[in-house]
């Protein structure tokens, strides 16, 4: 088992965010819309060493494409990962790699990470309690990523709880 390596906050991750997806967005072949996602994209979280990308696209033609053009580009494709409808692509990269999620507009995973994330901004505080999480599930799992990815799980599911009551409120707001 490969161990579970958690990097401080880069400040550095949403300018790479940025060049990342400039770079990617010509090797799709059709245009896609860009989110920063997972720990790295949330200010003084700890992560793993990769850049997490989502990459909305219009149509599963456009997204079969875009498979193809990103394996040219040296992407390796993991597939459709937990039957999710988000096709995953990593590429190793210096200083940090790269995770590219392929997905479709409304896809539901794609939504809830984007609450998640835009949560954890907006409250430091959950952000460092889940860096705390983070820090000593990596250290328990001893590279058993089936331990980690599982000890965080009521974490993330109570946050989107949480976002989601906080949208409801809003929409009720806008709605009086």
Not at 127 to 138: F, P, V, W
Request: glycine share 6%; aromatic share 10%; net charge neutral.
């Amino acid at each position: 088992m490969r161990p579970i390596m958690l990097v401080d906050y880069d400040p550095q991750w949403p300018a790479l965010f940025e060049q990342r997806s400039e770079a990617i967005g010509p090797l799709l072949g059709h245009p896609a819309e860009f989110h920063h996602i997972g720990s790295t994209a949330v200010p003084g979280l700890c992560a793993k060493p990769k850049l997490d990308i989502d990459g909305v696209l219009a149509s599963n033609n456009a997204r079969l494409d875009a498979t193809e053009y990103l394996k040219e580009a040296d992407y390796r494709l993991h597939g459709n990962l937990h039957g999710a409808d988000r096709w995953t692509f990593t590429k190793d990269e210096k200083p940090y790699g790269t995770r590219l999620y392929l997905c479709l507009p409304d896809n539901e995973a794609h939504e809830q990470r984007l609450l998640f994330r835009d949560y954890l901004r907006a409250h430091p505080e959950f952000a460092a309690g889940y860096a705390i999480l983070k820090r000593r599930l990596a250290k328990e799992a001893k590279g058993n990523w089936d331990h980690y990815a599982g000890g965080k799980s009521d974490f993330v599911a109570d946050i989107l709880c949480r976002a989601k009551a906080d949208r409801r409120q809003i929409n009720e707001v806008i709605q009086y």
